[in-house]
């Protein structure tokens, strides 16, 4: 009888991708790792680049010893749905509609252009003072 476990889908699993709630995906199972970042041997900066998605890749590639992968299990929360696309789908933003980031960028620079356009002046009519005085 097989075994029941809950289904997530990647685009729920790359949204925990921060230090205090980070899960990763391993041949097609989700782990919740958020608990031994402090305790992982290679620090926990190697989990937080691959956290939120598909890190089975990187797993392989680091060699992990069986000792490794059976501790993994104690983190296991669930799979991954088959019929979930290994990369979420991303945001497109149209050229028409600033960006949250954007629209910040531009409201400081109409805020603070006076700043340069003074200093610029001020050593103008200094530089004719100067020259005037000789």
């Known amino acids: ?5 809950k289904l997530y889908s990647m685009q729920e699993t790359s949204q925990h991708n921060s230090k205090d709630d980070c899960w990763v995906v ?3 199972k989700v782990y919740d790792v958020s608990s031994y970042l402090d305790e992982h041997p290679g620090g926990d ?3 937080l680049a691959e956290t939120g998605k598909d890190a089975t ?3 392989e590639d680091a060699g992990h010893s069986k000792s490794a992968r059976e501790l993994m299990e104690d983190f296991c929360i669930g799979e991954l749905e088959p019929s979930s696309p290994a990369i979420p789908e991303l945001e497109i ?3 028409k509609e600033p960006t949250e980031i954007a629209q910040k960028l531009v409201d400081l620079t109409k805020q603070y252009w006076t700043v340069p356009v003074t200093i610029v002046g001020i050593s103008v009519v200094i530089g004719f003072l100067y020259l005037h005085r000789k």
């Open 93 to 95: 933003f149209s050229k």
């Open 1 to 5: 009888m097989p075994t029941l476990t």
């Open 26 to 28: 391993i041949d097609g």
């Open 45 to 47: 900066d190697v989990i």
């Open 57 to 59: 890749d990187e797993f």
